[in-house]
């Protein structure tokens, strides 16, 4: 079963070559993906990135106030912290966030909301750290007509490779987490239970990557 021990087993294991891999896997449109995710945001403020990985949204983020990041993995946040000096990064759970009522302006999450496991809380959480009116911006896979040959891609022609770089039992795990993708209305009804809009959505790549974005009232 996963936990989020397992989680964060995974992605500590992975941490080295995981760079590499996200680029091999899209082709590197990760790049290009992150990027539209953070030109839906407001520049306002203070960021907080979920799931920061190895930190490549605040990389390339331009808000004008704290960059900030957390995530289970600490073999994740040693990478974020070489690639982004001025970057603060908190190994901390989405689902219970350290920090004050109204703390960010903009939350993200690039390929993490699917991983959670409680993302009710998660959800709870983000509203109580966001200011009135903030953003909570996602980029992730969406359930389409495009989610079965994605789940066949890894699960029989990627894999060779997977294994290779990071052993079967995680291979497996990334192969399922493919399964947990939402769709835009399921994702609209989840956040909408914490008070959230959806204020903006785009697809990419044949409707299998959205971008999301939802607003907190202000
Ligand atoms: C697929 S990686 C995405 C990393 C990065 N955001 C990116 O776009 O490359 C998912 C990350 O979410 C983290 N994660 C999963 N569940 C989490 C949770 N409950 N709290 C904090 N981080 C979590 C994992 O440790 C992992 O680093």
């Known amino acids: 079963m996963v936990s ?4 964060s087993d995974v992605f500590n294991k992975v941490s080295e ?3 590499i891999f996200l680029d091999l896997v899209t082709l590197g449109l990760i790049n290009r993906w ?28 331009n808000n004008r106030g ?10 994740m946040l040693i990478k974020a912290k070489k690639k982004c000096k001025e970057c603060y990064f908190v190994l901390a759970d989405a689902e219970n966030l ?6 960010f302006n903009t939350i993200t ?12 809380a998660f959800l709870s959480e983000a509203n109580r750290v966001l200011k009135p009116g903030g953003q909570i911006g996602i980029l992730d896979l969406s359930k389409s007509k ?27 795990f990334f192969v ?12 609209a009804r989840e956040t909408k239970k914490f008070g959230f809009e959806l204020v903006d959505y785009k697809e990419s790549f044949f409707g299998l990557v959205m971008f999301a974005v939802f607003k907190k009232p202000s």
């Open 4 to 7: 989020k021990r397992v989680i």
């Open 17 to 19: 070559k995981y760079d």
């Open 34 to 61: 992150q990027k539209t995710l953070i030109s839906m945001l407001s520049e306002e403020g203070n960021r907080l990135d979920i799931g920061t990985g190895t930190g490549e949204v605040l990389v390339k983020s």
């Open 66 to 75: 704290l960059k900030v990041g957390i995530d289970l993995a600490k073999g």
């Open 98 to 103: 350290p920090f004050k009522e109204g703390s």
């Open 109 to 120: 999450l690039s390929l993490v909301y699917r991983h959670l496991l409680n993302k009710e």
């Open 146 to 172: 495009m989610t079965y040959p994605l789940f066949i891609l890894f699960k029989y022609i990627l894999k060779p490779l997977g294994v290779l770089l990071f052993g079967p039992d995680k291979w497996e």
């Open 176 to 187: 399922h987490s493919i399964e947990n993708s939402l769709s835009k209305e399921e994702l």
